[in-house]
């Protein structure tokens, strides 16, 4: 009898990195195993012809919370902020927390939702999922819970965090430990936990076009604008310093999201219209892999980068932000800047269209070899075939 799957996630029908790895992962569960994915998208953005979805016989079930009354919403509202800002972060507190910040209505709205789908394996999408899942896990019986984390440890928790925050850091690990396996994007994040964890990495989730001939004197940068995270602030001011001794190299910028605005007025402040594009998100990004000769990852941040692979496996060299991340991906065959630091990344600029560029192509191939679906896919089956 075929194991039953499923995956929990905020989102499936929208573009994201985190979108289309799950996405790959589940298509490759499917040829196996039935696979469910439980969204909170609204019915009406279904279109499984995005990541290919199509391809796979995957169901897909649609939630969404029932509305928390408002009295109740105020108190528990008054209880997390307690928990958050003054209370000792202890186990009962923790636990207090789980039910003001998760109330019964929704938790056991959600822990239905689960439990009548009789999945032998439920994957939460993100920490936060993740929690909740933990949450739910009294009305769960015997299914293995698997928590799914795909941002850093210290995007997650540090202190200048936009997505959870310090405060919330025992929490999150104490609520976590309840389930079966937790698995995390690196090697330096899982030693980050105060509880063991599984590093699993992100395949190269795109087959490779033809790769890049070195010849075009472009940069290239391709994620989503969300607000800080992937750096093109930075990039940009770093592509200033560098357009000033230099005439010829171009920076395209492959992406969409809120801060476009924002990155044109800096274009236009700058006077490079001419010199950097951005373009929207393509399911033909491969083009822009094959036409660039160097890529560049300005990330204030990273759980685990796909598009570091991507551009590698269409040889292109990678000048990086110097996160733990990265350097675990590339190890000496990164070109590093310190995070956040402009004039780094334009000195880097300097140094890429100086470099033996098909000896560095060559270990970018290399390196990108290493993180072929099969191998990844593998490891995603053990686990889930575990218990």
Known sequence: MKKRICFLTDSIFTIGGVQRVTAVIAKELA????????????PQLKDTTLYQLHEASIDYRFFQYPETHPWKLKCCKAYSYLYRKHLPQTRFTSA???????????????????SDGHYDVIIGVHAPLAVRLAAC??????????????NSYKALFGE?????????????????????????????????YSFPTQVIYNPLT?????????????FLSVGRFAKLHKGYDLLIEAFRIFARDNQEWTLDIVGEGVEEPDYRRLISKHHLENRI???PFTNHIQQYYA???????SSRWEGMPLVLMEAMSHGLPVIASDLPVCQEIMGDEGMY?????????????????????????????KIASHFNLASIINQWRQLTDEG
């Open 206 to 218: 795109l087959t490779p076009g033809k790769p890049s001939t070195g010849t075009s004197k472009k």
């Open 277 to 279: 594009h951005i373009h």
């Open 96 to 114: 207090l927390y789980s039910h003001s910040s998760f109330p019964a209505e929704k938790r056991n709205a959600l822990a239905n939702e689960l």
């Open 337 to 365: 800047f310190s995070v956040g630091d402009v004039n780094g990344m334009a000195r880097r600029m300097v140094e890429a269209t100086q470099m033996d560029w098909q000896e560095k192509s060559k270990h970018a191939l």
């Open 31 to 42: 040829k196996t195993a039935d696979v469910t994915i439980v969204t909170l998208d609204q």
């Open 291 to 297: 036409d660039a000769q160097v890529y560049i990852l």
């Open 160 to 192: 200048k965090s936009l997505y959870i925050g310090p405060e919330l850091r025992v929490h999150y690990e104490l609520q976590l430990q309840k389930l079966a396996a937790t698995v995390v994007l690196s090697q330096f994040d899982a030693h980050q």
């Open 137 to 150: 896990k009294p009305k769960l019986g015997n299914a293995k819970l698997i928590g799914w984390i795909h």
